[in-house]
C-alpha cells in the first residue's frame, strides 16, 4: 500500500537533517508504544537520508525508494494499536506534514521550540493541529 501525496514534492529538500537528534524516545516498555517509536524513528532516519542524498531530486526512482519507506511508516503508526496521547501528537504531526505549509522543517522535526518561534505566522489550521499538539504533551 503506497500513498503519494503533494507532500512528497513539499518537503524535497527543506533541512531536515537535524530530525534525529529532536525525537523523543519511547517512555515505556509496552510493545504498542515501542513500535510506534520505532516506526517514528524510521521515517525520521528516511527523511533524513533523502535530504542527504544528493541525486535524489534529480532520479524519481531513488525518490520513490524513500518515499515508499515513508509512506510505510506513516501506515503503521496510523495503524497501530497504540491509543497513548503520545501516539495521537505523532498522527497529528504527520498529518500537519501533508498540509502545504511554510513550516515544513518544524514539523517534519516535530520540532515545538522551532515552531513556538513562528506561531504567529501560523495559518489557523497550523494553530488548531499545535495547539492539539502542546495539549498532548501537557503544554499550552
Known amino acids: 500500500m503506497s500513498l503519494h501525496t503533494t507532500r512528497r514534492s513539499m518537503i524535497a529538500g527543506t533541512g531536515i537533517a537535524a530530525m534525529l537528534a529532536t525525537m523523543p524516545t519511547a517512555a515505556s516498555g509496552l510493545p504498542a508504544i515501542a513500535s510506534i517509536e520505532r516506526h ?4 525520521c532516519s528516511a527523511y533524513c537520508e533523502f535530504e542527504a542524498d544528493p541525486v535524489v531530486l534529480d532520479d524519481n526512482e531513488r525518490a520513490n525508494d524513500y518515499w515508499d519507506r515513508i ?3 506513516e501506515i503503521a503508526i496510523l495503524n497501530s494499536p497504540d491509543a497513548s496521547t503520545r501516539a495521537a501528537e505523532l498522527r497529528l504531526w504527520i498529518a500537519w506534514s501533508h498540509c502545504d505549509g511554510r513550516n515544513r522543517e518544524g514539523v517534519a522535526q516535530g520540532d515545538v521550540q522551532a515552531l513556538r ?3 504567529s505566522s501560523l495559518d489557523w489550521h497550523e494553530k488548531m493541529i499545535f495547539a492539539a499538539i502542546l495539549n498532548l504533551r501537557g503544554e499550552r
Not at 517514528?40 to 521515517?43: G, L, S, T
Request: glycine share 0%; charged share 50%.
Open 40 to 43: 517514528w524513528r524510521d521515517r
Open 117 to 119: 518561534r513562528v506561531h
Open 71 to 73: 509512506d510505510a511508516t
